[in-house]
């Protein structure tokens, strides 16, 4: 791709608008810019569209959204005039632009004679989800950049079952998306003329009830101590409403806002960085927590898919628990309410990604309990339930990725914040009636199943320079298996890209050490990042910890010597 014949091809050309032009104008002295905008298009994964907003083929804007919904109505064409009539159901989030991004969305889905439903107002991404089936639309798109900071944004497309789409229809997408280099092709029509013609219809507040009805069925245990102070923070995104509304209705009475973060904030101005994985997002909260004596700090990400969680321990100092500890906590949680209470299914299941944490595993098989291992991505771990279904034998349970995502039970196919900020806050409320805070059950957890170590690293490597660096890492690595590491042995090599592991095709390389610790590198297919996990057991939290620093210095000096 000729970088700077697209840049002049897009500076000259009237199709697009004035702003375009004079933003493309004010960067023509600077080639590394020009360069970045336009070296690729964005891709189209089975994540869909994610990028920094402005002009160019390489990022978010209303010709690149167009253009990937063009592609999209193309493909949901291909399935016949059944599947344009239920049509594509469409949400947004706080972010720059989105709002904007989901009507021109609608308008180009419109124009393709494809039905759109689409919501007023900001909505968790789990409400899109949920929404998509509730309506038995064919497919759906939520404009969203997740975490990604403010100068993001993103695009994700769901299929008929409320899971983002998977690798084959991201393929036909991003073929088809090579068929609009002429963006004066792609189809829009006026979004109030649609909606006068029918083709656009609002979604009806009713929806967001029987959400909220399905949520608080998820309780499992109602009588336990309500009076847990509980701090929430929704990081100026989309989860302040339905999130506070849950915990009201699930009788919680001590839930404090912080202020600060409560309304929406396309800057995320309190944050910067507005990723509750990292413990930073938790400043605020700590403080109100700190203020209020609360047992509980929970913060959902901006569109409210993912939540994190921080508890007191034992100094009085709130301690970040990271995704892997709370997949194990709530997966121990909801196995031993379930079996209590006599409902654990006899042929239930827990999944987790093939990057998390191996601790459920013991848990699991205690309660009888079968464990499935996906790639990467809610996506697959809702791909079990729907086999589930179709075979007619099996029951999803809970499924968890270590990047602070899970959902309990099947109405909403994605990650759910919303759900399990509920979740989180019965679980906590359960133990302390017992005088446990979660940190003293993760210990209990430990000392049962053994010290499991996890850890993620994201190496950040951006432009097109960063993204040869992570090629060129993967396929050295590949090319040069790592036979010994940490004075360990490799015991075994997984090649998610070329091995045959039952699963999708992916660029995902593990390696299991001969006493059963492993690690793994993964690009991101988000950001521009290549991630390395790690898991280590051992007997004490001591030498697990030790064991794992030592394992990740090594990969990382290996890595180091990539050029």
Known sequence: ?????????????????????????????????????????????????????????NRMNQYTVAKASQAFADTISDMGEDAKKRGVTICYDVRHKSDEF???????????????NIFKEIQPTPVCSYAIRKLKSI???????????????????????????????????????????DYSK???????????????????????EDYVKEVLACTINDDVDKKVKIVYTPLNGCGNKLVRRILNERGFENIYIVKEQENPDPDFTTVGYPNPEDPKAFKLSEKLGEEKEADLLLATDPDSDRCAVEVKDEKGNYQFLTGNQIGSLLTNYILTALDENNELPEDGAVVKTIVSTDLIKPIAKSYGVEVFEVLTGFKNIYEVANEFERKGKGEFIFGFEESIGYNYKTFVRDKDAVNSAMLISEMTAYYKDKGKTLLDVLDDIYEK???????????????????????????????????????????????????????????????????????VLRPSGTEPKIKLYLNVIEKSKKESEIKKDKLKDEVNKIIDKID
């Open 186 to 208: 792609i189809k829009r029509i006026d979004f109030d003329k649609a909606m006068d013609e029918g083709l656009i219809s609002w979604i009806d507040d009713s929806l967001i």
């Open 449 to 519: 199943f053994g010290y499991y170590s996890n850890e993620v690293q994201s190496i950040v490597l951006e432009g097109l320079d960063g993204a040869n660096k992570i090629k060129r890492i993967m396929e050295t690595i590949r090319n040069n298996p790592i036979e010994e590491v940490i004075g360990l042995k490799v015991k075994n090599i997984v090649d998610y890209l070329n091995d045959d592991t039952g699963l999708s095709k992916s660029n995902v390389l593990k390696y299991y050490l001969e006493d059963d610790s492993w690690f």
């Open 1 to 57: 791709m000729d970088y700077k014949k697209v840049y002049e091809s897009w500076l000259n050309n009237e199709f697009f608008d004035q702003d375009t032009r004079d933003e493309l104008k004010n960067i023509e002295n600077d080639e590394n810019e020009i360069e970045d905008r336009f070296y690729q298009e964005l891709a189209f994964g089975t994540a869909g569209l994610r990028g920094k907003l402005g002009a160019g083929t």
């Open 139 to 181: 497919a759906g798109v939520m404009v969203t950049a997740s975490h990604n900071p403010r100068e993001y944004n993103g695009y994700k497309a769901y299929g008929s079952d409320g899971s983002q789409i998977l690798e084959d229809i991201a393929v036909q997408i991003q073929n088809y998306m090579k068929e609009y280099d």
């Open 102 to 116: 989901s009507k021109i969305t609608a308008e180009v889905f419109a124009a393709n004679g494809i039905k759109v």
